[in-house]
């Protein structure tokens, strides 16, 4: 047995994941206070009225679930509400919600639209003298709900991985596995549980006997490093509650941009394909831009309906960030790759990479042309932002020639499937530190916010 010091130190770490509770229905209800109280589900799909992609616990009740057919939904449950997908709007809900959170934590870490890792490691000298962990999540989780008008769950465990676990088992609400309770805990969960567990080592375990983790940790440890190399190791670990980790922020930096689209039907008309294709150029080369980066090379993969491929390259001179360039460079390797075919086209991919800081301030005044462009682009971003506001609508405003071209092509081309609305993490976390990705530059500031959170504890308490 592993000597109480080792452990003690092992157990130290200690990680709050926040959750919000079926987020995209949440939301809807956030927007529109007359679905309070009733079953709601969002839909997906191009018209919002594919498959389920949220329901609410009202919803759940009468069995509808994520990835159901929505028709199936309201014939389950009649009384039910559909709403379509307001991404935007989600997207400002959950930044709201990250506002709230970084002020209680050194160190956030967003992992995807709704959720979460907060840092606690730290907190006994400064917070915990004052309250306890449950009623400072409590207070945390409260106050979301006050404020973002949004229900959200919390896991406290001693990593990232057990606080989700956590979370999982608290839903609706708060749970703390306090040290030395973790091992409790998992005895009777299913390893299935456990975030990234593929369908092939939940096999594999399986046929060792371990179906749940209290299973795993009466294996021997060596036995699931043979199997699983480092990862065997840990999950054993894990399994006996002695995986303690801190919490990481990872942001690099892009070193590529791509997209690959499935097209809503196998198109035969090549010339709407590549108007597809310009549009999504533009759209990667306005996104480089706003990240002030320009792009060396070009690739474009055309897969058609029988699952061929054709593609080709292109390597610019130098960097490029300007749209007639790159939109002419990719409709050459278009045509180059395909002269003489004959298939529909089922999937565009399009990719740049070689990328490299774009060091000019965008303004129309601007000596060179990178500064007059990046205006541009700049400018037409905030017209579209207001005009959408003003105007109410989920449409383009403003549009270049090849967005113009395709939605003049063809109803289903618009916007051949909804787009993921997760911010990547990088993207999330610069707009919470600005362009700061060190979270601990701002060490100062949120030493102050502390004494005062620690404060109002002291008052409450
Ligand atoms: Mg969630």
Redesign the pocket.
Known sequence: MTGKNVMSANLKNRILHV?????FASCEIALDKKLLGRAVWVGGGRRGDGIVIAANRAAKKFGVKTGMACFEAKRICPRGVLCRPHYDAYRDISQKMFRVLEQYSPMLVPV?I??GFLDFTTMDSVIWRNTTPEKYVREICERITREVKIPV?AGLANSSRLAKLTTDAAKPGFLEIKPGEEKDFLQDRSVRELSGIGKNRQRSLAALGALTFGHVAKLPSPLLKQKFGIWGTQLWLFANGLWSEPLLLEVKDRTTISSNTTLPYDEPEHEAALTFALSETTRLTGQLRREQLQAREISLTIRFDDFSEVGGAHRFQHAQFQNSIINAALEEIFRGIMGGQVKPVRQIRIAMWNLSRLDTQPTLWGRTIEERWGALDEAAQKAQKILKEKLKIDKIPLMTGAQLALRQLDDTHKNPKAKCPFVPQREMVKKLWGTDADPLAHKGDWEKRLAKVSKQAQFNG
Do not use: A, I, V
Not at 19 to 23: H, P, T, V
């Open positions: 959750d919000g509770d079926s987020f995807s709704d959720e769950s």
